[in-house]
């Protein structure tokens, strides 16, 4: 069964959770062939090996150090609760924060490394409405925005107002004004948003929050590991970071394009001091999730003094390769069309001659992994590139592709 991601801004059904038939406890402990045999069946189930896989940022290995790491760091964990008896772990962690921070254009930022960029942007919002604290509190931001906000509204009492987009995904930024009133604490924009990877206008958001003295969280999921590093290789990269100086609060995650192990990202606020706004005499921890293992921050920081910039200019440079090759084998397929040039490492292409669908069926039959998304009416066919990807997979997903698209179904 095919399954369409709906629109921004539609109301979707209700997300089901199936289970399995009832499992018993075991009763007695199997071997380890056995256990790890038919784990590896079950995985097996999964729709695509993670080479074929491009539906998906996720697919596949983090750094090869990672596994270094795990042995060095297994056991040691980080919490806000108990920084004393894990200090060289909590450092790490710190220190990690703090070189995201510089690679963002601010070395004195505060923050932590949390659970994924669903939990930074929570954070961010929490953060917000602390600060800011007004009795029926209100966020602007892009329809394009990720799902997390939504969540973070439901959680904290927050109510959104969203800015539609156009056909290209930029904001009207010419409705913001009107939408500020006296219950709006924040903007939130996107650096950028993670359909098709569109920048919002961030400086313009940065204008106005300065302006009108707003709280400005700026989600860069997936920019933060990867403009920076387009940037230093000559790519006209407009500013998106903490340089823009009334930007408050940034999240990255470093699972996306950093090469970092699910799951780590960052929450990095200009002022340290604004996180006294979470009242944790109350809650003690700042984030969400608790316990953290410590592997995941001492990763991060071996990962980015591993890469310096140099090696992430390298991989960067290596991804976008991936995604030209992908981007001119789609172009060279009559019947095909982009739909709009890639900025960064996410690609989509429709069609007025082929059933979409069917392009995705039969790529699916021969194990490559894609996603079918809808906008504007069109269906479309979207591409993830991880940077463990090589010129090699993008080659046979072309063919493959080309296949497809000879037993597709024309419209
Ligand atoms: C991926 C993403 C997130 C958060 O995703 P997680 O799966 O929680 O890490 C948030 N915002 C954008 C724009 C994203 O692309």
């Known amino acids: 069964m095919v399954r369409l991601r709906r629109e921004f801004g539609e109301r ?15 009763k007695r402990g199997k071997s380890e062939s056995v256990v790890v045999n038919s784990l590896q069946k079950k995985l097996g189930q999964n729709l695509y090996q993670s080479e074929k896989n491009f539906g998906i940022v996720y697919s596949g290995a983090p750094h090869p150090l990672v596994r270094v790491i795990q042995e060095i760091a297994e056991g040691t964990y980080i919490a806000d609760w108990e920084q004393e008896m894990f200090k060289g772990t909590y450092m790490v962690e710190k220190e990690a924060v703090r070189m995201v921070g510089s690679l963002l254009g601010n070395g004195n930022v505060g923050g932590f490394i949390t659970s994924g960029g669903t939990e930074s942007n929570l954070v961010a919002m929490r953060v917000a409405r602390d600060l800011m604290h007004k009795k029926h509190p209100e966020v602007i931001l892009p329809i394009t925005a990720h799902f997390s906000f939504r969540s973070a509204a439901e959680l904290l009492g927050l109510k959104l107002r969203f800015l539609p987009v ?22 939130v924009c996107s650096a950028p948003e993670g359909f098709l990877g569109v920048m919002d206008p961030v400086e313009e958001f940065g204008e106005l929050a300065a302006r009108r003295d707003l709280y400005l969280h700026v989600d860069a999921a997936f920019g933060g590991f990867i403009l920076p590093f387009m940037r230093e290789l000559g790519y006209d990269i407009p500013p998106f970071d903490f340089r823009i100086p009334s930007v408050d609060s940034m999240m990255t995650d470093g699972h996306k394009l950093g090469l970092m192990p699910l799951t780590t990202s960052f929450f990095l606020l200009r002022k340290q001091e604004n996180l006294e706004s979470i009242p944790t005499e109350d809650t003690v921890i700042h984030t969400i999730t608790s316990t953290k293992p410590g592997i995941k921050a001492a990763a991060a920081w071996a990962i980015m003094n591993r890469m310096g910039m140099d090696g992430y200019k390298q991989s960067t440079r ?11 084998g789609i172009e060279s397929i009559p019947g095909l069309d982009l739909v709009m040039k890639p900025l960064i490492t996410i690609l989509a292409f429709k069609s007025d001659v082929y059933d979409v669908a069917s392009i995705f069926e039969q790529l699916r039959k021969m194990g490559w992994g894609t996603e079918l998304e809808s906008w504007e009416g069109a269906e479309m066919i979207r591409l993830s590139v991880n940077p463990n990807r090589d010129d090699e997979h993008a080659k046979l997903f072309i063919s493959a592709l080309k296949q497809a698209v000879r037993y597709a179904k024309k419209k």
């Open 12 to 26: 979707g059904e209700k997300t089901s959770i199936p289970m399995p038939p009832p499992v018993p406890f075991p």
């Open 166 to 187: 156009d056909a290209n995904l930029h904001p009207d930024m010419d409705r913001v004004g009107g939408m500020i009133n006296q219950n709006t604490i924040a903007l």
């Open 318 to 328: 290596h991804v976008l390769g991936v995604v030209r090759i992908l981007q001119e």
